[in-house]
């Protein structure tokens, strides 16, 4: 049967009376009104960005349609593992009832059970999911940049419905609200969300009532999204860092170089895993994104869990006598000392 995309009418206010009203109403009341908000804009069972004029996107970034999502109320509090910047943002987009585990506490007897963010850097994960017992694996759900997948299979039973969330806001300092990372190619904001993580509504209702948009996408789009996230980190950083400039200045005064970089690295990753890309739209959504972060540093850091994982493909070509798939950033981490020359 077909989803109904009804939704009915509501006589609105001329929109600056609104936003004076708005301003004038209580912070809770303010927040409910986003809340009530959302479930409508939810209401027809297409996950999309927070308010309810969006639509679904292309096949491209194909939404999931399916039964509208639980109220509010209905999610368990959520368990939150690390008290920095992200961490507390989480924290902060909840409804005021959530745990936050800091560095050198354990794991709390008593955690509710609901959604486990896990807010650390890369290299405490394994720290993390050891002290997570067992049975609560399946709640956890993963904010980190990098190519993680390789590491999750390792350390976590295979089938588990884990939740990863790819982040595209940043919150700049402790405490501040988070920037949104929308773009002239993607304006309704690109942070996406696996649909097959158990928590994928939860993560949803978590930032699309907080004014940040949050895609869920299914298996093979997500997949798309995920490597096109991690192909931005390794090229621009690394371009940033061999020309010691900004992200802006990458894409203002070297945009042919990373470009040719991205597609070294997109084919590389297309020979290993089930993902494709149109070169031009890649290399130009990339660039809409780099503008949006122009001020970001550029630096090749985090080696094993960004540029290790494309020169790990580098290195099974060489064991296989097979001309390197990504000559330039082979050539890179050599100029910048990364590996041995």
Known sequence: MALSLWRPVVRAAPHSLQRRESSLRPPAQR????????????AGGCFVASQARRSCRSAQTR???????????????AVIIGGGRLGEAFAKMGLGNDVIVRRGEAFPTEAPKGP???????????????????????????????VLMPFLRKQLKPDLPLTILLVYFAVAKKGEPPLDGKT??????????????????????RLTSSDLACR????????????????????YMM????????????????????DELIAQLATAVSATEDVAWERLRLCDRLAAYARSVAHFPTAVKEFEWRNGAFYDISMAAEKAQ???PCPKHTEGLKTLGVIPA
């Open 31 to 42: 927040r409910a009104s986003r809340l009530a908000t959302q479930v409508l804009a939810t």
């Open 63 to 77: 939404c999931v349609r399916c039964a509208a999502p639980a109220e509010p109320e209905a999610y368990p509090p």
């Open 116 to 146: 486990i963010y896990v807010c650390t850097r890369n290299d405490a994960l394994e720290g993390v999911i050891a002290a997570v017992p067992e049975d609560r694996h399946e709640d956890l759900i993963f904010v980190q940049n990098g």
């Open 184 to 205: 002239d190619t993607d304006p309704e904001g690109l942070s996406a969300v696996n649909a097959g993580g158990k928590w994928a509504r939860e993560v949803h209702w």
């Open 216 to 235: 869920i996408l299914r298996d093979m789009e997500f997949q798309q999204a995920y490597w096109e996230k991690n192909l931005w980190i390794a090229a």
């Open 239 to 258: 371009v940033g860092a061999l020309h010691q400039c900004t992200v802006g200045e990458v894409e203002s005064q070297y945009r042919s170089e990373v």
């Open 322 to 324: 097979r001309p390197d």
